[in-house]
């Protein structure tokens, strides 16, 4: 997995006032204030609208990073462990792969001191909204570049902002859909 000192690295300022990482722009921000967004989302469209709004976003973004580093020559396992180290060193808290297989499309991750839920604590219902479908995400990205067909979904089985230990997830193949 990336190292801190490796993203503080690769970290560059543009005359125009842009953060990049390689090809891509960042923003560095407080965690109360993604977290502050989050939650008012949450107040305004319902946790279960706010989770898809969440999800989807965290899909689309994860996709797309996986994208940049296929280009940079990474291929499967190699995405996934980029994705998570890159995530790990940038405060979203330490991510570790349990399972992982890209054949099934299924794995086991969990997430420790997670900064969104550790933003949110306590809470009746898994705070990390955007973590399910970035790693659904990025293994779609690493199904999809290897031609497999799956489609994979995931969520969060338990959460720190539920007084677990640890943030869990599982991502699997989604059930096929039904032609009734
Ligand atoms: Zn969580």
Redesign the pocket.
């Known amino acids: 997995m990336d190292d801190f000192t490796r993203i503080k690295e690769q970290l560059v300022l543009t005359g125009e006032n842009r953060l990049m990482i390689g090809p891509v722009a960042m923003i560095l921000m407080p965690a109360w204030f993604f977290s502050g967004i989050m939650k008012r989302v949450v107040q305004e469209a319902g946790y279960d609208r706010a989770a898809k709004i969440y999800y989807e976003a965290g899909f689309d973004g994860a996709y797309r990073w996986g994208k940049v580093q296929i280009e940079a020559g990474l291929t499967g396992r190699q995405i996934m462990e980029q994705y998570l180290g890159a995530m790990t060193h940038r405060g979203w808290g330490r991510f570790e792969i349990i399972r992982f297989d890209d054949t099934a499309g299924s794995g086991l991750f969990r997430?420790y001191h997670?900064a969104?839920?550790l933003e949110n604590a306590p809470a009746d219902r898994?705070?990390?909204l955007w973590?399910p479908g970035a790693l659904a995400g990025a293994m779609q990205v690493i199904m999809d570049h290897a031609e497999r067909r799956t489609r994979v979904i995931a969520q969060?089985r338990r959460?720190?902002?539920q007084a677990a230990d640890c943030?869990e997830f599982v991502v699997e193949p989604a059930p096929a859909a039904s032609c009734s």
Request: aromatic share 0%; with cysteine; proline share 8%.
């Open positions: 997430l997670s969104v839920a898994p705070a990390c973590v969060e959460c720190l902002a943030c």
